[in-house]
């Protein structure tokens, strides 16, 4: 069977680069209840409120750069198709990290640095504009704000087809920086799992979902993931 390679990342994918976590222990961001700024019913009841939460975390994007587990998995995705393998990286991070670093992506749960017309569907990559007080308005409808293009609690994720295929097609599976709490994301691994497929965990501390089949790697994923890729691709090159 042709190697085919799927990678899952979460927030600690993130964390060497500083991005801060969505929420903290209690469920909240910056004051804020979850459901009253990341769910379309509080879009709808206070627009304004969602709007600077999001701009705040927007602003932040401009404060972090890639981090060495980034630009690892750039090189994984290059090795791997020059050797004719196949690859697919898959993100539930809301930062533009993985393609600032050069990496094609699915990004399952959207992106900060794009937004979108929930009228008309149009998407705009726009990361300068951070204005807390200043709706964008679509240039393509004329409605007069566009959200951010992320999935909020209560809509499905992004890509859940195309996800499905690569994992119909993994051979080796490696979950990096999640919680394994959040679904259908974590679900993957178990999938990839099911399916027959080598699978490694990353993460500070052992995950929700990590099965005694998986191999654990805990660390820091700026610290370890370089390690992995060196592993794997020496490993895919001596098949």
């Not at 004051?31 to 509080?42: I, N, W």
């Not at 750039?74 to 539930?92: D, N």
């Not at 009228?119 to 990361?127: F, I, K, L, P, S």
């Amino acid at each position: 069977m042709q190697p085919h390679v799927v990678v899952l990342t979460g927030a600690g994918a993130s964390a060497d680069s500083g991005v801060r976590t969505f929420r903290d222990a209690g469920g909240t961001w910056e004051g804020h209840d979850v459901l009253q700024v990341a769910t379309p019913e509080g879009w709808r009841r206070d627009r304004r409120l969602v709007w600077s939460f999001y701009q705040a975390r927007r602003a932040q994007l401009r404060e972090v750069e890639p981090n060495a587990a980034h630009v690892a998995l750039v090189r994984l995705e290059r090795e791997l198709e020059a050797a004719g393998h196949g690859f697919t990286l898959v993100s539930q991070n809301v930062d533009d990290l993985h393609r600032r670093a050069g990496s094609t992506v699915i990004e399952m749960h959207g992106n900060l640095a794009r937004l979108r017309c929930e009228r008309c569907g149009a998407t705009v990559e726009d990361r300068d504009h951070v204005d807390p007080e200043v709706f964008v308005p679509c240039d393509a409808c004329g409605h007069d704000a566009l959200r951010p293009d992320v999935v909020w609690f209560g809509e499905l994720p992004f890509g859940l087809d195309e996800i499905e295929r690569a994992l119909r097609r993994c051979t080796h599976f490696a979950a990096i920086g999640t919680s394994g709490q959040v679904y259908p994301a974590a679900g993957l691994l178990e999938a990839a799992r099911a399916g027959g497929a080598r699978t490694w965990v990353n993460a500070l501390e052992a995950p929700a979902n990590l099965h005694p089949d998986d191999r654990f790697l805990p660390g820091r994923a700026g610290e370890v993931v370089p390690g992995w890729v060196d592993g794997l691709l020496a490993d895919l090159a001596g098949r």
